[in-house]
Protein backbone atom coordinates (compact mmCIF):
# COMPACT_ATOMS: atom_id res chain seq x y z
CA UNK A 1 0.00 0.00 0.00
CA UNK A 2 1.37 3.50 -0.96
CA UNK A 3 2.30 5.84 1.68
CA UNK A 4 -0.70 8.41 1.27
CA UNK A 5 -3.02 5.55 2.29
CA UNK A 6 -1.24 4.59 5.48
CA UNK A 7 -1.88 5.50 8.74
CA UNK A 8 -1.02 8.84 10.19
CA UNK A 9 1.99 9.33 12.16
CA UNK A 10 1.03 8.51 16.14
CA UNK A 11 -1.90 6.75 14.69
CA UNK A 12 -3.42 4.51 17.46
CA UNK A 13 -6.77 3.27 18.54
CA UNK A 14 -8.14 7.51 18.84
CA UNK A 15 -7.14 7.79 15.18
CA UNK A 16 -8.47 4.52 13.83
CA UNK A 17 -12.19 5.70 15.95
CA UNK A 18 -11.47 9.08 14.26
CA UNK A 19 -11.35 7.62 10.76
CA UNK A 20 -13.93 5.28 11.44
CA UNK A 21 -16.36 8.09 12.74
CA UNK A 22 -15.34 10.02 9.20
CA UNK A 23 -16.20 7.40 7.23
CA UNK A 24 -19.54 7.04 9.10
CA UNK A 25 -20.85 10.97 8.73
CA UNK A 26 -19.46 11.00 4.78
CA UNK A 27 -21.37 8.09 4.30
CA UNK A 28 -24.39 9.92 4.82
CA UNK A 29 -23.71 12.20 1.66
CA UNK A 30 -24.06 9.05 -0.18
CA UNK A 31 -26.78 7.32 -2.60
CA UNK A 32 -27.30 4.83 -5.06
CA UNK A 33 -26.96 6.21 -8.50
CA UNK A 34 -24.89 9.00 -7.08
CA UNK A 35 -22.16 10.36 -9.52
CA UNK A 36 -18.57 10.78 -7.38
CA UNK A 37 -15.15 11.92 -7.72
CA UNK A 38 -12.70 10.08 -4.93
CA UNK A 39 -9.79 11.74 -4.24
CA UNK A 40 -6.49 10.26 -2.87
CA UNK A 41 -5.76 9.10 0.29
CA UNK A 42 -6.32 6.82 3.55
CA UNK A 43 -9.69 8.21 4.59
CA UNK A 44 -10.91 8.40 0.94
CA UNK A 45 -9.73 4.92 0.72
CA UNK A 46 -11.66 3.92 4.18
CA UNK A 47 -14.91 5.42 2.71
CA UNK A 48 -14.72 3.52 -0.98
CA UNK A 49 -13.61 0.09 1.12
CA UNK A 50 -17.03 0.98 3.02
CA UNK A 51 -19.62 1.67 0.13
CA UNK A 52 -22.02 -1.32 -1.14
CA UNK A 53 -22.10 -2.85 -3.96
CA UNK A 54 -24.61 -0.53 -5.22
CA UNK A 55 -25.38 1.37 -8.42
CA UNK A 56 -22.73 4.12 -8.38
CA UNK A 57 -20.59 6.07 -10.92
CA UNK A 58 -17.06 6.87 -9.41
CA UNK A 59 -14.36 8.95 -11.13
CA UNK A 60 -11.06 8.48 -9.14
CA UNK A 61 -7.37 8.80 -10.06
CA UNK A 62 -6.27 7.28 -7.02
CA UNK A 63 -4.85 3.66 -7.93
CA UNK A 64 -5.55 2.23 -3.84
CA UNK A 65 -9.05 3.06 -4.75
CA UNK A 66 -9.55 1.84 -7.91
CA UNK A 67 -8.23 -2.00 -6.47
CA UNK A 68 -10.74 -1.48 -3.54
CA UNK A 69 -13.21 -0.89 -5.99
CA UNK A 70 -12.60 -2.93 -9.28
CA UNK A 71 -14.50 -6.19 -8.46
CA UNK A 72 -17.31 -4.66 -7.57
CA UNK A 73 -19.80 -5.17 -10.50
CA UNK A 74 -22.77 -2.57 -9.58
CA UNK A 75 -19.99 0.82 -8.92
CA UNK A 76 -18.69 2.04 -12.39
CA UNK A 77 -15.74 3.47 -12.37
CA UNK A 78 -14.45 6.33 -14.42
CA UNK A 79 -10.60 6.96 -14.63
CA UNK A 80 -8.71 10.06 -16.02
CA UNK A 81 -6.47 9.85 -18.48
CA UNK A 82 -2.90 11.05 -17.98
CA UNK A 83 0.75 9.58 -16.42
CA UNK A 84 0.34 7.06 -13.27
CA UNK A 85 2.52 8.71 -10.96
CA UNK A 86 4.46 5.52 -9.21
CA UNK A 87 5.27 7.15 -6.44
CA UNK A 88 2.03 8.77 -5.73
CA UNK A 89 -0.97 6.36 -6.74
CA UNK A 90 -2.34 8.39 -8.62
CA UNK A 91 -3.27 9.16 -12.38
CA UNK A 92 -2.51 12.78 -13.77
CA UNK A 93 -3.04 14.29 -17.00
CA UNK A 94 -0.58 17.40 -17.68
CA UNK A 95 -3.02 18.79 -20.14
CA UNK A 96 -6.96 19.10 -20.85
CA UNK A 97 -8.50 15.47 -20.15
CA UNK A 98 -11.05 14.29 -22.68
CA UNK A 99 -12.77 12.01 -19.67
CA UNK A 100 -12.68 15.32 -16.96
CA UNK A 101 -14.06 17.36 -19.52
CA UNK A 102 -17.49 15.40 -20.12
CA UNK A 103 -17.72 14.09 -16.75
CA UNK A 104 -20.06 15.77 -14.31
CA UNK A 105 -20.43 14.95 -10.32
CA UNK A 106 -22.56 15.67 -8.15
CA UNK A 107 -20.29 14.89 -4.98
CA UNK A 108 -16.86 14.46 -4.46
CA UNK A 109 -15.02 13.47 -1.73
CA UNK A 110 -11.16 14.99 -1.01
CA UNK A 111 -8.97 14.51 1.79
CA UNK A 112 -6.97 17.25 2.92
CA UNK A 113 -3.19 17.46 4.67
CA UNK A 114 -4.29 20.78 6.12
CA UNK A 115 -7.19 23.30 6.23
CA UNK A 116 -7.02 27.11 6.58
CA UNK A 117 -8.41 30.05 5.16
CA UNK A 118 -6.63 29.31 1.99
CA UNK A 119 -8.93 26.42 1.66
CA UNK A 120 -7.84 22.51 1.36
CA UNK A 121 -4.17 22.33 1.82
CA UNK A 122 -1.91 19.81 0.09
CA UNK A 123 1.65 19.59 -0.18
CA UNK A 124 2.61 17.53 -3.45
CA UNK A 125 2.36 19.58 -6.45
CA UNK A 126 1.08 16.47 -8.28
CA UNK A 127 -1.53 15.45 -6.17
CA UNK A 128 -2.90 19.50 -5.80
CA UNK A 129 -3.24 19.34 -9.87
CA UNK A 130 -4.88 16.27 -9.99
CA UNK A 131 -7.35 17.41 -7.47
CA UNK A 132 -8.25 20.97 -8.86
CA UNK A 133 -8.98 19.00 -12.18
CA UNK A 134 -11.36 16.84 -10.45
CA UNK A 135 -13.05 19.94 -8.72
CA UNK A 136 -13.64 21.47 -11.55
CA UNK A 137 -15.84 18.68 -12.72
CA UNK A 138 -18.05 18.80 -9.17
CA UNK A 139 -20.82 20.53 -7.88
CA UNK A 140 -20.19 19.83 -4.17
CA UNK A 141 -17.61 18.88 -2.47
CA UNK A 142 -16.79 16.79 0.77
CA UNK A 143 -13.32 17.31 2.70
CA UNK A 144 -12.66 13.87 4.40
CA UNK A 145 -10.23 15.49 7.50
CA UNK A 146 -10.16 15.64 11.44
CA UNK A 147 -9.31 17.93 13.77
CA UNK A 148 -5.23 17.21 12.85
CA UNK A 149 -5.72 19.01 10.03
CA UNK A 150 -6.09 22.19 11.47
CA UNK A 151 -2.81 22.32 12.48
CA UNK A 152 -1.16 20.96 10.07
CA UNK A 153 0.71 23.41 7.42
CA UNK A 154 0.39 22.42 4.11
CA UNK A 155 1.52 25.09 1.31
CA UNK A 156 -0.51 25.06 -1.81
CA UNK A 157 -4.26 25.09 -1.92
CA UNK A 158 -6.38 22.58 -3.70
CA UNK A 159 -9.43 24.06 -3.30
CA UNK A 160 -10.98 27.56 -1.49
CA UNK A 161 -12.95 27.39 1.02
CA UNK A 162 -15.73 29.18 -0.73
CA UNK A 163 -16.28 25.80 -3.06
CA UNK A 164 -16.84 23.82 0.37
Same mark, same amino acid.
Given at each position: ?????? *???????????????????? +??? !?????????????????????????????????? *???????????????????? +?????????????????????????? !????????????????? !??????? +???????? !?????????????? +?????????
Amino acid at each position: MHAYYG *EREGAGREANAMSSAITAAA +LTY !VEPGLSMVFGHGRLGLALASALSDTPYHILTPSI *EIIRCLSARRHIRLTLPGGT +LFHDRGIIVSRYDDPILRHFVASRAF !VSAEGLSADGVLLSDPV !VVQATRH +LLDRTMDI !VVLADSRTFRVSAT +LSACPLSRI
